[in-house]
């Protein structure tokens, strides 16, 4: 039934008279603006949703600790807690 509704719709659409209308550069850069807007929020949710996320799990994959590391950080603060007192 959708698929009737929408074939009908592009037929009505399609084969409409030519309009002769006007649109003025003022109207017509307000619309494109609109667009180039629409498009650039589109494209900064995209990387927002996908790319930081991805981002901070390559970093956490590519620096996670093993327990050497664990015990060089331990060691480093038992020898800064001596500095400072």
């Known amino acids: 039934m959708m698929i009737w509704r929408v074939l009908i719709l592009?037929?009505?659409?399609?084969?409409t008279p030519v309009s002769y209308a006007y649109v003025g550069p003022g109207a017509g850069l307000s619309v494109l603006g609109?667009?180039?807007t629409f498009l650039g929020a589109i494209l900064l949710l995209l990387i927002g949703l996908f790319w930081f996320p991805l981002k901070r799990l390559i970093k956490k994959i590519k620096h996670k600790p093993n327990q050497?590391?664990?015990?060089?950080?331990?060691?480093?603060?038992?020898q800064d807690d001596t500095?400072?007192?």
């Not at 592009?10 to 084969?15: E, H």
């Open 10 to 15: 592009f037929i009505t659409i399609s084969v």
């Open 34 to 36: 609109s667009v180039i």
């Open 68 to 78: 050497n590391n664990i015990e060089k950080k331990e060691e480093a603060e038992e």
């Open 83 to 85: 500095h400072h007192e």
